[in-house]
């Protein structure tokens, strides 16, 4: 049980220390992309290995999942006109990073 938890702790090391790295070279957005397929690997994964059995209402939220990630991030826009956003959108955080000093 002691050698999972290490594996388990070097691996969100690795995880949050690549994921803050992505997070400042390119932006929030590529991050939330990846996480969502790292999603998708993990669960392709454990169908692999038999820890879970396949079923249709996990496609349908993994779609939703990815569809609405896309959607928060500007990726792609609502597919009815009275959902889209009028005027200018303001940016919540400046795209270069912030120092701290």
Known sequence: MGFERFLLTISLRGFNFFGLSVTRTVSATSRSTIDTCRTLF????SLGLGWETFKWLQVVGFVLLVYF??????????PFEFLKVEGEIEELLPEEPIEHN
Do not use: A, D, S, Y
């Open 42 to 45: 993990i669960w392709i994964v």
């Open 69 to 78: 990630t896309f959607l928060f991030n500007g990726l792609v826009q609502p």
